[in-house]
């Protein structure tokens, strides 16, 4: 084959044309974010920081700013709304660039806080530089593991811990003639579910069944950490078709084969409508949500009610810790003394974390802002139960550590796949979760552990 | 103009070889200096990244440290299931839409140029516009129309007694969804690049081919479509590399999904560098990628290329 000038000029082009493509990932720098980490960079009374957040946390955060400035009245705070999901992908290029454009406080995920620490080691200040160990025991159980895992080293400070809920439209399930004080396992709910199908026309819950959103797994992962399981073991295994994993997907095969899932796809949008229109008679998501409930159908005031989650074996357990979210301060901040003076302001301060959960309904990791009566006062929109009493006892019981690793995006991707390939296309729980492990395995290098 | 003086041949008898380069000054300089901003310009951000990302490609992270580690994330994309079914997730685009999609602009192109045709700006205009709407205002649009529930589209299909489909729920008809999006955006540009070959097509050769009998199929296929061939092969180049980089549309109206049949290979690097954090295998994507891209050009232009 002769090839002239032209020709190799020709696929020059072409080759340049498809490597512009590869500029997208130029921009993801050394991996060495920032230089510090040091954790004492600036003054801890004046100058001016900035915070990264999505919605309801940053409005109230930035409600708390006046407050905050009564106290440190040369400390300029602009909490910035970023959008949720949008903030992930915005803290994971400013990381990779170095820290640079990065705000000084990031509201940071408990999905995402793993990946961060371990693919930028110093992205992330050591906040025991600046005093955090002193708050080690102020938070719910378990939470101080998350954010310093090998102990020494302080990522980020706690702030809301979701424990597993099951909210419920009360006028349906009486409609139905069903006791749902007597679900104890999701076998019984399973026959609840199907006796409300028949009576009301209304679906049991609903699934994101293509996956549309990663949140799709939220119901799957909560059958598993009600089984004091996870995708990983603490070593960093995989333990993704566990016995209780497959018991999980069993689970919602049995619930979609029974037709009592509907189809969420679209994401969060998709759960809004659902509860708007009532498509569904429980709502198996965490304690925030129920600020979201409150907020979205505000007139079926007294309609509602909540519970723990029934068990998914006999005997099990109904409490879970299902995440958490935390702020943290870049370790390419130059202001760190003063961004931790806000992250303690808006977290350690009982009044302030009570505050966002009288507005939002957003659940404190911090142990002493229970005290207040708001935790324990009857909600007139859930039936006059004692809601926050309710995830309290939640928070309280004993609960496992879960190791979300630095490669838990990875395993929420094979097991959204896996859980599309049982509703979608009815596949066998044990097959699809077995080859979901094996990919995650030849993916990340890790071990499966059978 | 005193200018015109300047240019003035020099003598021949003046034209001894002169010793060294010419000298970069005045006149000489000015031509280099004016491209050196862009030159800068193309320099900091497109071949730098570039290169950097060749250097990426070859470095995996562990433990927080850029660890060099040869071609083992070239070698990794031979074993990854998802690199290969977004491959051929890609290919199946490359080989269906594109051909329709093309087939589809010709004749558009075709109508365009047709005096029998009223108002052409206008649908020149009108098929032109999806060009130039941003790619995510129309994929939002495309998702909000294709929703299952709340859809435009399955209402209307409701409203006359049919079924609703499930356009981007079940991995079949995403595939369709996206080829349908993907189509409505692109084929009114191809069409308006043939109709510009189309309108350098002399009129005397269709002339001659009615002289000589041909109807029109016989014009079409005789005098159109070879009039078209340097067009067409500029259509199925660009729209071979655009459809290998495919991003947008799969990203927003489906997420790859369900069940990764709409994840294509641009997709799933930017899944990889941005969910995953894995930018050494990102790069290595993105350089498997462009090789593709490259070869499938050089094929491209072997084939539909002029011979001479």
New interface residues.
């Given amino acids: 084959m002769d090839i002239t000038r032209r020709g190799v000029l020709r696929a020059g082009g072409a080759l340049a044309a498809g490597a512009g493509l590869s500029g997208l990932t130029a921009c993801s720098g050394s991996g060495a974010a920032g230089d510090s980490g040091s954790g004492a960079a600036g003054s801890a009374t004046k100058g001016e920081i900035t915070v990264w957040s999505w919605a309801g946390p940053a409005a109230e955060m930035k409600a708390l700013v006046p407050a905050f400035n009564a106290q440190y009245p040369d400390i300029k705070v602009t909490v910035q709304d970023i959008g949720n999901p949008a903030i992930w992908d915005k803290i994971t290029t400013a990381l990779a660039a170095g820290g640079s454009g990065l705000a000084d406080v990031l509201h940071i995920g408990v999905d995402y806080l793993p990946g961060y620490v371990e693919k930028f080691p110093n992205g992330l200040a050591d906040l025991s530089k600046l005093g955090a160990n002193q708050y080690k025991d102020a938070f719910a159980q378990g939470m101080w593991a998350t954010v310093a895992p090998k102990g020494g080293r302080v990522n980020a400070l706690p702030w809301e811990a979701n424990s597993a809920g099951f909210y419920y439209r009360a006028d349906v399930f009486e409609q139905a003639g069903v006791d749902v004080k007597a679900l104890d396992t999701w076998d019984d709910t399973v026959e609840a579910g199907k006796v409300i199908k028949a009576k009301t026309g209304k679906y049991l819950l609903g699934i994101d069944k293509p996956a549309s959103q990663p949140d799709a797994a939220n119901f799957f992962q909560m059958l598993l950490q009600l089984q004091g399981a996870f995708y990983f073991d603490l070593d960093g295994g995989i333990t993704l078709d566990s016995p209780q994993a497959v018991r999980a997907m069993t689970l919602i095969k049995q619930l979609n084969d029974a037709g009592l899932v509907s189809d969420l796809s679209g994401g969060w949008n998709a759960l809004i409508s659902s509860i708007k229109a009532g498509t569904n008679a429980v709502v198996p998501w965490p304690t925030w949500f129920g600020g979201i409930i409150e907020e979205t159908v505000p007139q079926e005031k007294g309609k509602w009610g909540v519970r723990l989650p029934p068990t998914v074996r006999r005997g099990g357990s109904n409490a879970a810790t299902v995440n958490s979210t935390h702020l943290a301060i870049a370790g390419s901040s130059k202001q760190q003394a003063a961004a931790w003076k806000f992250v303690e302001f808006v977290l350690t301060r009982p009044e302030n974390q009570v505050k966002i959960y009288k507005e939002k309904g957003i659940a404190p990791a911090l142990i002493k802002a229970y005290e207040d009566p708001v935790f324990h006062a009857p909600s007139e929109f859930f039936s006059g139960q004692k809601k926050g009493e309710i995830f309290l006892n939640a928070l309280e019981a004993p609960s496992p550590a879960y190791n979300y690793s630095a490669d838990y995006a990875r395993a929420l991707k094979v097991v959204t796949d896996a859980q599309t390939k049982v509703l979608l296309k009815g596949a066998d729980p044990a097959e699809v979760l077995k080859a979901a492990a094996d990919q995650l395995g030849q993916q990340t290098g890790r071990k499966v552990v059978r | 103009m005193s200018t015109a003086t300047t240019r003035r041949p020099a003598p021949a008898r003046r034209a001894a070889p002169r010793p060294g380069p010419p000298r970069l000054t005045g006149r000489r300089l000015a031509p280099y200096l004016f491209v050196l901003p862009a030159l800068a310009l193309f320099a900091a951000?497109?071949l730098?990244?570039?290169a950097?990302?060749?250097v990426?490609s070859l470095h995996k992270?562990i433990?927080?440290?850029?660890t060099f580690v040869g071609a083992d994330n070239y070698t990794r994309l031979l074993?990854?299931?998802?690199f290969w079914t977004a491959l051929k997730n890609t290919a199946v685009i490359l080989l269906v839409q594109v051909p329709v999609m093309l087939a589809l602009a010709t004749g558009l192109a075709v109508a365009f140029n047709s005096a029998v045709l009223r108002a052409r700006a206008v649908f020149r205009l009108g098929f032109f516009l999806p060009m130039v709407t941003g790619l995510v205002a129309y994929g939002v649009i495309f998702?909000v129309l294709l929703?299952?529930?709340?859809g435009l589209v399955n209402w209307l299909l409701q409203s006359v007694g049919l079924d609703a489909v499930p356009w981007?729920?079940?991995?079949l008809w995403?595939r369709i969804s996206l080829g349908l999006a993907l189509t409505w955006h692109y084929t009114g540009y191809n069409a308006v690049i043939l109709l510009a070959r189309l309108q350098s097509i002399p009129r005397e050769l269709y002339d001659a081919a009615s002289v000589d009998g041909a109807g029109a199929v016989g014009a079409f296929r005789h005098v159109t479509l070879p009039g078209l061939r340097p067009a067409l092969l500029l259509t199925t180049?660009l729209s071979t590399?655009g459809t290998?980089?495919i991003f947008d549309e799969p990203f927003i109206l489906?997420?790859g999904?369900?069940?990764?049949a709409t994840l294509t290979i641009?997709v799933y690097?930017?899944?990889n560098?941005?969910?995953?954090?894995d930018?050494g295998y990102?790069?290595a994507i993105?350089?498997a990628?462009?090789?593709?891209?490259?070869i499938?050009?050089?094929v491209q232009?072997?084939v539909l290329g002029d011979k001479s």
């Fill in positions: 951000f497109k730098y990244p570039i950097w990302s060749f990426l992270t433990d927080g440290t850029d074993d990854d299931p998802l998702s929703n299952e529930k709340y981007l729920t079940d991995p995403a180049v590399i290998l980089q489906t997420h999904g369900p069940d990764n641009g690097l930017y899944q560098a941005f969910t995953f954090f930018f990102a790069s993105a350089y990628l462009a090789v593709l891209i490259g499938l050009g050089l232009f072997k």
